[in-house]
């Protein structure tokens, strides 16, 4: 399986939508989305069943928490690739 690059877009002010690139081998399942928000090593799995699109929408998320991010992909053998790198986010605190 191929690394997944990935960006984050803030789409309000409570939750993110992370995207990264299609995996495009032929026996590809989906891809599933781990996410941290102590540290950049605990993360749990946040999708039940892997995602047919390259894209997530995160739960609502709290401002002035640090969030951590990682994505893999599976195959129809359920096979998993490494995850791709830790992508981090923070919402701002609007409350100022």
Not at 15 to 40: F, H, K, T
Request: hydrophobic letters at 35%; aromatic letters at 12%; a negative charge.
């Amino acid at each position: 399986m191929i690394y997944l690059a990935q960006s984050l877009i803030s789409i309000n002010d409570r939750s993110v939508e992370l995207r990264w690139n299609r995996n495009l081998e032929s026996d590809l399942a989906g891809y599933i989305v781990y996410m941290s928000i102590a540290d950049e090593k605990h993360f749990e799995r946040v999708t039940p069943v892997p995602l047919p699109e390259p894209v997530f929408v995160s739960p609502l998320l709290r401002p002035d928490t640090r969030y951590y991010f990682q994505v893999s992909a599976i195959d129809s053998s359920g096979n998993e690739s490494p995850r791709s790198p830790v992508v981090e986010y923070s919402l701002p605190d609007y409350s100022i």
